[in-house]
């Protein structure tokens, strides 16, 4: 059964580009990786999906080797907007299906 | 606009005290779920359904209830609350089926108090 594990919190600037890594070790041949962000008093909201290599959209990147262990959801330029939590979701068809949702990486832009 | 409801937003309530919390989406989607969310164990699937009748428990289904009896509604329904159920659940829908990686819309959130 696939585990998500992200750093807690991450602090970075505006204007540059973070990585935030989620580990999947046990991730399935079926399962898909998603990322959202959630604002403070607010649901969460998608941000990208992906199975293998890499996926692009107009707010973000998403990396994933080919062993698929990991993914890196990479936001580039960012700016105090981007200040929210993270989070990384395994859709997953082990155990007759489940999400397995990271804890969440905090992350902090400085101006 | 396309949108996830959710009613009250607030609650505080009292142990054994029968409420249900409304979800409601304009978009059509067949598939919707609840979560709740609490400090450090993240989101927790309670119950999603696949289409009108059509509902299945989650990761965390002991003490509540849902019905689908129509395609836009969703309501959570807590029959006897207790403390532990003291926390901000999130109704959410999404077009595809979550295993596809589906891209599901969250509700704003309903916090809920237990006393």
Not at chain 1, 4 to 28: K, L
Not at chain 1, 37 to 58: A, D, H
Not at chain 2, 73 to 98: D, G, K, V
């Amino acid at each position: 059964l696939a585990k998500t594990t992200q750093p807690i919190s991450m602090d970075s600037y505006e204007g540059q580009e973070v990585n935030i890594t989620c580990s999947h070790n046990n991730i399935a041949t079926n399962d898909y990786i998603t990322w959202y962000q959630q604002f403070p008093s607010q649901g969460p909201r998608f941000i990208i999906q992906g199975y293998k290599t890499k996926v692009t959209n107009e707010v973000a990147s998403l990396f994933i080797p080919a062993d698929r262990k990991s993914s890196t959801l990479s936001l580039p330029r960012v700016s105090l907007s981007d200040t929210a939590v993270y989070y990384c979701l395994v859709n997953s068809m082990d155990s007759n299906y489940q999400l397995i949702w990271g804890a969440g990486t905090k992350l902090i832009i400085k101006p | 606009e396309a949108q996830v409801t959710q009613n009250p937003r607030y609650l505080i309530t009292v142990t054994g005290k029968k409420l249900t919390v409304t979800c409601s989406q304009n978009m059509n989607h067949e598939y919707m779920s609840w979560y709740r969310q609490d400090p450090g164990l993240g989101l927790r699937q309670i119950y999603y359904s696949m289409n009108v009748e059509v509902t299945d428990k989650g990761d965390v289904p002991e003490g509540y209830k849902v019905s689908r009896k129509e395609k836009r509604n969703f309501p959570l329904i807590l029959e006897s609350p207790s403390p532990n159920q003291t926390s901000l659940y999130f109704c959410a829908s999404s077009l595809l089926p979550l295993t596809s990686g589906s891209e599901q819309y969250f509700g704003p959130g309903t916090r809920l108090t237990v006393t």
